[in-house]
């Protein structure tokens, strides 16, 4: 949620330039005490389950939960980029077709199908076989991005003794639990390739790269009276390494380079190990710097996810599996006369304004690509806004569960908690665009599966945060509900939500794919 204030296997992916999109095996995974292994028989993975207790905890993966397979995918997603392309690679997995922005699409009713922008976003989609022009899209859309820390253009830089890394502040972060976090890098390169193309490539510094070590108490005496307020352009500039002043002339020779590179020689080393590639062939870089804390779950009844990025990855795996599992099988799409679709974009937490954001046409013109195709160049008058006036977009976003502590920041009659279901929220200055007709035909769908939902609005005094649902809402005219998990924590380094949501979320959205059309039918607005 923006804030108040404003490989396992090689793929290709979606862009006409080669890429290659890598991930390294690490056996970091083993060393952890509580961790279970097994055979994921969907996508053919090797599935860990990590629990924050060193006592042994019992399956998280029974009764159809997503659980575990969650915590893989936050573990794998340390960036919008890595989110995206394991996305992709379960999208195909699942027997989606691969489309091509810049080509002609040839869809059918009753195909999968699915595409990438920026290997930040995407767009999935899957027809109903009684699909005819003019009917509507069923929409989930989350966002790939979490506040982080990002490289500058030119990272080098070096105060006292040590090489230090500068970069810049992503969203509406929570800064202060960024300190003494054991932090590395992940991200996506460009690299040079023997024949002269280039590559785009994804990479992860699996292990602690980074610090930002606080001041000690000793230097700063009030800290506990008068609060932690770091500078966030001199104080949160993470630490690399030391600079050695002495020993052989090579590593002088290194120093002295070290202070006039756009990049220290040593951070491009480390990367070009890990691509398997020479330092002189890596011609662009855009790095997040990452917790490299796995993502686990803790409590004293395991029923709690500790992890970062919460705010919006859970949301967009919820999504994403309840797209793939709602058309498994051939007569999933059989008797449907929609079409399905998720929507994860990038930049929500910046607001949304870029290629791959929310506040581009893409969904729009994905919608009118694929009722364009099947119409067989036989599009009738008002056919693409017929299809959008018949649509619904459930806009999915992490929600502020309340906190025990700060009880007295929720409005009275509106706190949300963990493990009571899908939270629908309300903003009657549009923060949000949920209205009450769409939150009574989305409360309708989870009664239909004795779903639980719960309703939250904010206090009066306080300013409200947003969502990409009113920027779609008002960019296509399409109808729309926001909701989301409830979690504490929210923009912090490490967040919190229930696992039992989860499932709720992923249970809740997969019924909204499967019944939906039938429930639309019985209200009539004009």
């Given amino acids: 949620m923006a804030a108040a204030s404003i490989s396992r296997l090689q793929i290709l992916s979606s862009s006409p330039s080669p890429i290659k999109i890598i991930k390294r095996s690490s056996t970091f995974l083993s060393k952890i005490p509580s961790i279970h292994n097994h055979y994921h028989h969907r996508s053919r993975k090797f599935h860990t389950t990590l629990c924050c207790s060193t006592s042994t905890p019992s399956r998280t993966l029974e009764n159809g939960s997503i659980v575990g397979d969650l915590l893989d995918y936050l ?10 392309a394991e996305a992709k690679r379960q999208l195909i997995d699942a027997g989606f077709d691969l489309l091509n922005e810049n080509e002609e699409w040839e ?32 929409v989930i859309a989350a966002h790939t991005d979490s506040p982080c820390l990002k490289l500058k253009p030119r990272s080098a830089s070096s105060k006292s003794s040590y090489l230090m890394v500068n970069v810049q502040t992503y969203g509406g972060g929570l800064w202060h639990t960024w300190f003494d976090r054991d932090l590395s890098v992940a991200g996506r390169v460009i690299v040079r390739g023997s024949d002269g193309s280039f590559l785009h490539k994804l990479v992860k510094i699996k292990r602690p790269l980074l610090r930002i070590p606080t001041l000690a108490i000793h230097l700063d005496r009030t800290v506990n009276k008068d609060g932690f307020k770091p500078n966030l352009e001199t104080h949160l500039i993470p630490l690399l390494a030391t600079k050695s002043e002495e020993g052989s002339s090579e590593t002088k020779e290194k120093n002295t380079e070290s202070s006039k590179a756009v990049h220290h020689p040593l951070l491009m080393q480390v990367l070009s190990d890990e691509l398997s590639c020479s330092i002189d062939d890596i011609v662009s870089i855009e790095l997040n710097v990452c917790d490299t804390q796995p993502s686990c779950l803790g409590g004293g009844n395991n029923e709690f ?50 290629v791959q954001g929310a506040g581009a046409p893409t969904m729009f013109q994905a919608m009118k690509r694929i009722a364009v195709c099947l119409a067989r160049n036989n599009v009738n008058e008002g056919a693409i806004e017929r299809a959008i006036r018949q649509s619904f977009l459930v806009s999915a976003d992490m929600a502020h569960g309340v906190h025990p502590n700060f009880m007295e920041k929720h409005e009275e009659h509106h706190r949300p908690e963990m493990q009571k279901g899908l939270v629908i929220k309300h903003n009657a200055n549009q923060r949000y665009a949920t209205s009450g007709v769409t939150a009574f035909l989305f409360k309708e769908v989870g009664k239909i599966h004795n779903l639980p939902s719960q309703e939250f609005v904010v206090r009066n005094d306080m300013g409200c945060g947003s969502t990409i649902g009113p920027i779609l809402a008002s960019g296509t005219g399409i109808r729309t509900v926001d909701c989301g998990i409830p979690q504490l924590s929210m923009h912090s380094v490490r967040e919190i939500c229930a696992k039992e949501d989860v499932d709720i979320a992923y249970k809740y959205f997969k019924a909204f794919y499967q019944n939906f059309s039938s429930i639309d039918k019985k209200l009539e607005v004009d």
């Avoid at 059918?108 to 899957?126: D, E, Q």
């Fill in 107 to 138: 869809l059918k009713p009753g195909g999968r199908y699915f595409f990438t922008r920026n290997m930040s976003c995407l767009v999935a989609f899957a027809i109903g076989e009684k699909y005819s022009v003019g009917n509507g899209f069923h």
């Fill in 305 to 354: 996810i500790f992890s970062g990025r919460l705010d919006n990855l859970a949301s967009s795996y919820c999504a994403l599996r309840a797209l793939i599992d709602s058309c498994e099988s051939s007569s999933d799409l059989s008797n449907d006369t929609a079409v399905r679709m998720i929507a994860l974009f990038d930049n929500e937490e910046v607001g949304s304004g870029s």
């Fill in 75 to 84: 573990n794998e997603s340390w960036t919008q980029f890595h989110a995206t």
